[in-house]
Every structure is written in structure tokens, then in C-alpha cells.
């Protein structure tokens, strides 16, 4: 599941807002890496999350991408990982719900 979103933070205060919504709310949620690009024109940070779902019996990732390149901070997330089986992706909504970590924690802020 992916979606994009626009907010009123700066970049790095919306990866805070992020990293306390998804590490800090949780007791398998964990941050694995955070990458930051500086450029003349804006800044981009990439943070990438692992937690596990008992409903899929395994760990997800979420993959969270923020940028200010445009005219608003941008947030781009996509979460995957929890299907069970070679041949099937179904997650039960596991990918959904974690993604959804990312919505409710920026709410405020969406422009």
C-alpha cells in the first residue's frame, strides 16, 4: 500500500512527527535507517521502518520518503513485506494498518 501526502511541517520535523508515531507507539516497531540528501533546491529524507504483525506472522516494512522540493513538504510512504507465501501477497491488511501509523500521526498537519 502507498500512498502520498502534503504537510505544513519542515522535513525533518514531519520524519520526527514519523519516527515517534511508528517506533515510539510500538513495541516491535524500529527504525533501520535514515538517509538525508541536501540539494540547492530542498532537502530529502529517507526513513525506513521494520514491525511485526502477529496477524501475518511476520515483519513488515514501511518505507517513508519526505522531501521539500515542491512548494509543500512532501511525504511519500509504501509498506510491504507481509505475505505469507511465495505465490500470495495477501497480508490481511497488515500493510494497511502500518501505513495508516503514518496518516493519523501527520493529520494535523495535512494541507
Known sequence: MNKTYRVSLGVQEAANV???????????????DRYEIA?????CVVLVFEKYYGRVGNRLTLTVVIDNFGDATRIHCVSGGGGQSVLFKFDWG??????????????????
Open 39 to 43: 540539494a540547492p533546491s530542498g532537502t
Open 18 to 32: 514519523i519516527d515517534s508515531a511508528v517506533v515510539g507507539g510500538s513495541f516491535t516497531g524500529e527504525c533501520l
Open 94 to 111: 497488515a500493510s494497511g494498518s502500518f501505513s495508516a501509523v503514518v496518516e493519523r500521526a501527520l493529520a494535523p498537519y495535512l494541507v
